[in-house]
Nanobody, 118 residues
Framework: QVQLVESGGGLVQAGGSLRLSCATSGSILSINAMGWYRQAPGKQRELVATTTSSSTNYADSVKGRFTISRDNAKNTLYLQMNSLKPEDTAVYYC?????????????WGQGTQVTVSS
């Protein structure tokens, strides 16, 4: 019922910037947390950044370069990526955790490709 659609990926040169968006729709009970994850070819999916109502968390590899934010009015999650590096190349996925305890449900977007050239 809940759907997440990522957009904003593309090809960018090292040192450049990109902003990813995650549009949400459907019947969301209560947002527990939202975040961005990424997966490079031949590697496992890893956490990039997460946000709750009171905190944010970033992977050490992106601290100081990436910023996660949310526009509640537009039901959209963003990831501003600056000073991009070739190692940031991956498919980026939006994640939403809805509800708590036995009402907890998790949703994922289809992913958007980010390629950083050296």
């Amino acid at each position: 019922q809940v759907q997440l659609v990522e957009s904003g990926g593309g090809l960018v040169q090292a040192g450049g910037s990109l902003r990813l968006s995650c549009a949400t729709s459907g019947s969301i009970l209560s947002i527990n947390a939202m975040g961005w994850y990424r997966q490079a070819p031949g590697k496992q999916r890893e956490l990039v950044a997460t946000t709750t109502s009171s905190s944010t968390n970033y992977a050490d590899s992106v601290k100081g370069r990436f910023t996660i934010s949310r526009d509640n009015a537009k039901n959209t999650l963003y990831l501003q990526m600056n000073s991009l590096k070739p190692e940031d190349t991956a498919v980026y996925y939006c994640n939403l955790v809805d509800g708590y305890w036995y009402n907890r449900r998790e949703y994922w977007g289809q992913g958007t490709q980010v390629t950083v050239s050296s």
